[in-house]
């Protein structure tokens, strides 16, 4: 009995140093940004969501989230289009993927957006919609 319970401890005291190196450590790209909601446009099978703010290193960003719901209609995938104007000169369009499930009355949506810049980002958007706000956390992929 000995010799098994050291061989499972052995076991799993190794599959941790072997996961350990598949670790993701994660950097945020810009400080946690609320969104304002400006609409939502509701479908049978399609709702459509967009936001507006300033973004950091995106500078006035508006942007258009289009969920597809499961079965349920509790979750599914989404697609969305962003543009940040930085500056007088400067503008960066985007284009996002992920999924959607409710949370009570919040939508949780986790996406990976590329940006015409080559950046990569994988973000996680919180939206309360009696508040009128997405809260949005932006972490760097590339």
Known sequence: ?????????MLVVSSFTLADHHAL???????R???TIT?????????????EANMGEYGRTYASYHLSYNRDG????????????VDDTTMLSAYAAGTWHR???????????NLS??????????????????VMDVYILK
């Open 1 to 9: 009995m000995r010799t098994i319970l050291l061989g499972f401890f």
């Open 39 to 51: 609409s939502i446009d509701l479908g049978n099978e399609e709702s459509v969501i967009t936001a």
């Open 103 to 113: 949370d009570g009355v919040l939508i949780v949506m986790d996406e990976i957006v």
């Open 117 to 134: 810049d080559g950046t990569q980002n994988l973000g996680r958007i919180v939206v309360n919609p009696l508040a009128r706000t997405m």
């Open 74 to 85: 509790n979750g599914g995938t989404y697609t969305a289009q962003g543009r940040g104007y």
């Open 25 to 31: 450590s994660l950097e945020a790209r810009q400080a």
């Open 33 to 35: 940004t609320e969104m």
